[in-house]
């Protein structure tokens, strides 16, 4: 898939949020980048040959506190190489980037990855 084809999956995902969600991402970057480099594999603890499908980095919501501000913003990467990787057709396709896109939301909003797990994401 092309890189334009696959940011617009992660657009739409973002897009068909409700908007009360949509409104409390503000400060968050969605980016999408074609693989995890080995710094951010690392971050997510990770090593060279896994596959990293998304990755969060800031300060999740229920961490902020007064003194939170004038920061740059948090930032969520989707990877495109390891969902094409790990999936056979667009729908498949479609369907990992919707997943990985709100799991990533989740980790923005203080989530952890077991109570992300427990939700199915």
């Known amino acids: 898939m ?3 084809s696959f940011e617009r999956l992660v657009a739409e995902v ?3 949020l409700p908007p009360e969600i949509q409104g409390w991402l503000d400060n968050v970057a969605v980016v999408v980048a074609r693989r995890p480099t080995p ?3 690392a971050q997510a603890g990770l090593g060279r040959g896994d596959l990293l499908f998304g990755l969060y980095s800031g300060v999740p919501k229920t961490r902020r ?3 939170y501000g004038e920061t ?3 930032r ?3 990877f495109q190489e390891p969902i094409e990787l ?3 057709t667009p729908a498949q396709i479609r369907d990992q980037v919707r997943r990985t896109v709100l799991h990533e939301i989740g980790h923005h909003f203080g989530l952890d990855e077991e109570q992300l797990h427990r939700a199915g994401v």
């Open 2 to 4: 092309d890189r334009d």
């Open 14 to 16: 973002l897009d068909s």
């Open 39 to 41: 710094e951010q594999l």
């Open 65 to 67: 506190g007064f003194t």
């Open 72 to 74: 740059l913003p948090d």
């Open 76 to 78: 969520i990467v989707i």
């Open 86 to 88: 790990m999936c056979r």
